[in-house]
């Protein structure tokens, strides 16, 4: 049963949630989470999950209690999400509760993966724990804070986040001769922060050919920082510790390329040393395309449209797809229904008719424009063929089926704006 908590719950749940962002860009598959222990109104300990295979929040929060030589029983324990009742990578944190002597547990949001759905809580109740579930906007926040973990759980398909930028007058690329970027500097550093979120990253061909793109994540280093483990805009911070661009945890690389035309001497093939590329293409590409760029290095997924290579990628654990471009692949994404979010840069500029309003869309993320790559081909024809995608027969007189958001932001980033809109909760 949800509960209305006092003003002291709700100020503990939101100091677990600034706890759980510790662990952003480091534990997927798993979900962040974050736990506060609480006696006779004093903290007595705090954690995080760290490290996917390291201690969870709340065993970490009881290690924090021991190490500042308190005893852990009788406390409150406030913590993001329901504890886990079974054995993982680490042991089950149920059992651990239950060992210290809490006495309260006051959860954010339940686990809706089918291991772990309602079993933690019960476990504690049958062992005389008092347990809450938080309602309201700490609530919320939980949920909102695990949608890759949400998703996954509850469709076997990771969360698809499509990440734009455009000038004032709609211009999706820079005319020849211009500056490959429309947004700026700080958008660009943020765009590579989200890259080092994400399990995975996704461009079409036609902005492989064109940009012929890195994707890997360069974020810029974190200072050290005491209190919050996270800085501004979720940066993860680590006392005593300089996170650096070499310790970032590389996303799969994904190109969409139905008919197998990534070209071998491409960055993305001669940087598998740095992160792994998957390509995936039609049963209908040519066989001696697909081998050779399985003899390149890629591994190559043959899938008949976004929702069998979204399956594929969820199998493998993949939890967060960042859509990076280009227009062909967003379009059958949304034409497949698999759009959980859009975040889309809104730069003060003017490009004019020199400009392209379709293409490549990828041009806040971290990659120039390196031009138009030999054997190349335009958005018509066969070789611009979106990716097939379901379709039904639009109703009699209908028009375009609009998406509306659930929920929308506006906020500025250096001197962009970027607006993110949510169309799905899970």
């Known amino acids: 049963m949800n509960s209305q908590l006092t003003g002291t719950d709700q100020r503990h749940l939101r100091r677990a949630l600034e706890l759980a962002e510790g662990g952003r860009g480091r534990v997927s598959p798993n979900p962040l989470v974050g736990a506060v222990l609480v006696r006779g109104g004093e903290v007595v300990g705090e ?12 065993r970490a929060a ?5 190490g500042r030589g308190e005893d852990p029983a009788g ?48 476990i504690l109740r049958d062992g005389g724990v008092e347990v809450e ?38 211009r999706t690329a820079t005319p020849p001769g211009d500056s490959p970027w429309i947004s700026g500097e700080a958008s660009r550093a943020l765009v590579h922060r ?5 399990d995975a990253i996704a461009v079409g061909i036609e902005t492989a050919l064109a940009d012929d793109p890195l994707l890997t994540a360069r974020p810029e280093p974190t200072e050290p920082a005491s209190g919050a483990p996270y800085g501004p805009n979720g940066s993860i911070r680590r006392t005593g510790a300089r996170r650096t661009g070499a310790e970032v945890r590389q996303p799969l690389r ?33 066989a001696a395309r697909t081998a050779a760029l399985r003899d390149a290095g890629a591994e190559v997924l043959v899938a008949e ?52 309003r379709a293409g490549p869309l990828a041009t806040a993320g971290g990659e120039p424009d390196r031009g138009p790559r030999a054997g190349g081909a335009g958005m018509g024809g066969v070789e611009g063929e979106p990716w097939p995608a379901p379709s039904a027969p639009p109703a009699s007189g209908a028009g375009p089926e609009r998406l509306s958001a659930l929920s929308r932001s506006v906020d500025s980033v250096g001197e962009d704006a970027l607006i993110v809109a949510r169309f799905k909760e899970w």
């Open 133 to 170: 579930l938080a309602a309201g906007e700490e609530a919320t926040a939980a949920r909102l804070l695990n949608q890759p973990f949400r998703k996954h759980a509850r469709t076997g398909l990771p969360l698809v986040t499509l990440k734009l930028a455009m000038s004032l007058d709609g």
């Open 194 to 198: 989200w890259r080092a979120e994400s």
């Open 47 to 58: 954690g995080w999950h760290a490290e996917l295979g390291g201690p969870h929040a709340e």
């Open 305 to 356: 449209g976004v929702e069998a290579a979204l399956g594929d990628l969820g199998r493998r654990g993949v939890t967060s797809l960042f859509l990076e471009g280009g227009a062909t692949l967003a379009a059958a994404f949304r034409a497949a229904g698999q759009l959980d979010e859009a975040r889309v840069f809104v730069a003060p500029v003017l490009l004019g008719a020199g400009a392209r």
């Open 254 to 286: 994904v190109v969409f390329d139905r008919w197998a035309r990534l070209p071998l001497d491409s960055r993305l093939l001669r940087t598998l040393e740095e992160a792994p590329v998957l390509v995936v293409v039609s049963s209908r590409a040519e």
């Open 62 to 66: 009881l290690e924090d209690c021991r």
């Open 75 to 122: 406390a409150t324990m406030y913590v993001t999400l329901e504890p886990c009742a079974h054995t993982g990578r680490q042991p089950p944190c149920a059992e651990a509760i239950l060992e210290a002597g809490i006495a309260r547990v006051v959860i954010a949001s339940e686990d809706p993966s089918e291991k772990a759905s309602g079993r933690g809580p019960g």
